[in-house]
């Protein structure tokens, strides 16, 4: 999996591309949790939009810096769901843990509000 962060506003981004599984599910994990750390950084924004399969661990791994974010005023949503990922989240309930939202730009708008 490729792991790329960008910055708008205060607001991080890890675009993500490839399979979102046990073997990359550290790296994101990582990432994200060094984001949620960083004071200079109120909000994740994770673009999906290359994600191309997701196993629990990769949700599990999203967890955790959502919980770090929110401590401290934070937020962490997800956006550009291919339909099968966004599906798997409505069915979860996953939808309700995190702010799910149609397109990066969407996201960082939505939450920055």
Excluded: C, Y
């Amino acid at each position: 999996m490729d792991i790329t962060r960008s910055d708008r506003n205060g607001i991080a981004i890890l675009a993500l591309a490839g399979r979102l599984n046990q073997a990359s599910a550290d790296a994101l994990h990582a990432a994200a949790m060094e984001i949620a750390g960083d004071d200079s950084s109120r909000a994740l924004v994770v673009d999906m939009g290359g994600v191309d399969f997701i196993a629990s661990v990769g949700i599990r791994s999203l967890i955790r810096p959502s919980q770090a974010l929110s401590m401290r005023g934070g937020k962490l949503a997800v956006a550009n769901l291919n339909p099968q990922i966004d599906e798997f989240f409505r069915l979860t309930g996953l939808d309700q843990m995190f702010r799910v939202f149609g397109t990066v730009d969407e996201a960082v708008v939505g939450i920055a509000s």
